[in-house]
């Protein structure tokens, strides 16, 4: 399927950086404590938005973040929000006991998201990407029987 996409070798390789254990090193905001972002990484960047670009826009359907601690939980009804990075998203509801982002995308035309599971489905996860500067509107934010958050936004 891969070659389907016409990926370089080079999109070859971050992706393969990006579904492994490399994923955090692709986000601006971890190195705020090194003094901001370096060139190479702005590079790798480059490249990331070039291979997601290359998958089919996603075509309608709530999206799902389970969040990890590095992620922001401090949104309110009517924030926006702008990852600094590629949010990482899957089109299915694991229902885990986590704080989730249940994202409400824009029209395929209009979409920055792109199913990214179309060109390498990684663990069965079916990702979904959206590009670096998404904006997202917070529309609510719930509590489960359990205590953990889901917050709902739309893609703006």
């Not at 705020?32 to 997601?52: A, D, R």
């Not at 590095?70 to 990852?83: A, Q, S, Y």
Request: proline share 2%; hydrophobic share 30%.
């Amino acid at each position: 399927a891969i070659r389907k996409y016409n990926l370089s070798e080079v999109e070859v390789l971050i992706m393969n950086c990006f579904y492994g254990n490399l994923s955090q090193y692709f986000r601006d905001d971890i190195y705020t404590q090194f003094g901001g972002v370096q060139e190479v990484v702005k590079e790798m960047q480059k490249v990331l938005t070039s291979f997601i670009k290359k998958a089919p826009k996603h075509n309608g359907g709530v999206l799902y973040r389970f969040l990890k601690s590095h992620d922001n939980t401090n949104h309110k009804i009517g924030d926006i929000f702008e990852p600094t990075y590629s949010l990482t998203t899957t089109n299915e509801d694991w229902e885990q006991d986590k704080d989730v982002y249940v994202i409400t995308p824009l029209l395929e035309e209009k979409t920055s998201a792109f199913d990214i599971y179309k060109i390498y489905n990684h663990n069965e996860e079916n990702q979904v990407n959206f590009l670096k500067g998404t904006k997202f509107r917070v529309t609510n934010v719930e509590r489960d029987s359990k205590g953990f958050r889901r917050f709902y936004m739309d893609e703006i």
